[in-house]
């Protein structure tokens, strides 16, 4: 990854942090700890989908040209899926984060069988770990009326 795109990726997340918090403070849970675990959870497919951005940007719909072609466009499609699902935890953050753990488990099983346990795919576990964690402090806060 180049500086350029690094100097990018942090702007877009910082600029969709900023506008989560917003939409948060408007409507959103009312516990500052569930509002905190879905921005980071939204910070990261965003800075998600920047990386399939940047592979996009360098090498189109096949950024691993070594793979089968399925791997690619399956990655490719994630630079929209990844914002889709992200812009879905800011106004519906209950079913967001279903989908967010759908989508992490099909990604990581991809990644595992396509890259084996690179430090990239090891740091998607704990982030999908973190999505299931924020998923039942949600669901903790929805049933002490505390979400939306």
Request: proline share 6%; net charge positive.
């Amino acid at each position: 990854m180049t500086p350029t795109f690094i100097a990018l990726a942090t702007c877009f997340a910082v600029l969709v942090a900023v506008v989560s918090r917003a939409v948060f403070r408007k409507r959103g849970p009312s516990s500052l700890r569930v509002r905190a675990m879905l921005l980071v959870v939204i910070t990261g497919l965003s800075i998600g989908t920047s990386t399939h951005v940047e592979n996009f940007w360098r090498a189109g719909f096949v950024p691993r040209p070594d793979l089968p072609l399925a791997y690619n466009f399956f990655w490719s499609a994630l630079m929209f899926v990844d914002l889709i699902v992200a812009a879905i935890l800011l106004v519906r953050p209950g079913a967001g984060l279903k989908l967010a753990i759908g989508l992490m488990a099909v990604d990581l099983c991809v990644n595992l069988v396509a890259l084996g346990p690179t430090p990239a795919v090891l740091a998607q576990i704990f982030f999908a770990g973190f999505i299931v964690m924020t998923l039942r402090a949600y669901s903790g806060s929805a049933r002490a009326g505390l979400a939306p």
